[in-house]
């Protein structure tokens, strides 16, 4: 089946400093890639969408010059936390669409942010 | 815009007995797909079923099926002979032909033994 990787799985940072998150399509090509917050104990929510070789599309509350997003080849989309602070710390999931599987998404294994 | 609500936060079902999770959504699309999903303490998310919308049949995947009532737009998952490892938080989930996902509120699934 498809994999999705994300790295890396954990990362402690200090407040103020900017941290970059890696998602990868092992085994496919992702034109579309998907980032997800997700608090504890809660659904995930859609943050941003980036399609390979264009800007993201963010939703509505996300600040787009905070979580730059990048989607530079069809198998890897990075999101970088910019000047981070506590109340950025979450759990990220990406995922990713397979062109030839259309409807569907394979979920990384998501990434916890811990800002001190 | 579609909305999707799992009205049980949390459930608990004896091992190898039978529990159906409910989800109810809203939408003006027709032709849309419905997933459930189950993410376990790892917290990687596993889809579980996925059912199209055109298909008047239920999906099936082994102990999982879904009863998808369209007009009512009701999407429940039954899981029979349930495992411990089952154990999880389930989210439904809608997609409209390519689109992005929309997810619930999610229902947490305690099995017991």
């Known amino acids: 089946g498809a994999v999705v990787s994300q790295h890396p799985s954990r990362v402690i940072c200090k407040s103020g400093t900017s941290v970059k998150i890696e998602c990868r399509s092992l085994?496919?090509?992702?034109?579309?890639m998907f980032w997800y917050r997700q608090f504890p104990k809660q659904s995930l929510m859609l943050m941003a969408t980036?399609?390979?070789?264009?800007?993201?599309?963010?939703e509505q509350g996300v600040e787009k010059d905070k979580f730059l997003i990048n989607h530079a080849s069809l198998t890897l989309s990075t999101l970088t936390v910019t000047s981070a602070h506590p109340e950025d710390s979450s759990f990220y999931i990406c995922?990713?669409?397979?062109?030839?599987?259309?409807?569907?998404?394979?979920f990384g294994p998501g990434t916890r942010l811990t800002v001190l | 815009a579609q909305t999707v609500t799992q009205s049980q936060p949390e459930m608990s079902v004896q091992e190898a007995e039978t529990v159906t999770l409910s989800c109810t959504y809203d939408t003006s699309e027709s032709n849309y797909y419905l997933f459930w999903y189950k993410q376990p303490p790892s917290r990687q998310m596993i889809l579980v079923i996925r059912?199209?919308?055109?298909?008047?049949q239920n999906a099936t995947e082994n102990r999982f099926s879904v009863n998808f009532q369209k007009a009512a737009k009701s999407f429940s998952l039954k899981i029979s002979d349930s495992q411990l490892g089952d154990t999880a938080m389930y989210f439904c989930a809608f997609s409209a032909s390519g689109s992005r996902l929309t997810f619930g509120e999610g229902t947490q699934l305690t099995v017991n033994p």
């Open positions: 995922s990713a669409r397979d062109f030839r599987v259309y409807n569907e998404q394979f």
């Open positions: 980036s399609n390979e070789g264009s800007k993201a599309t963010y």
């Open positions: 085994d496919f090509q992702a034109t579309t």
């Open positions: 059912q199209e919308a055109y298909k008047q």
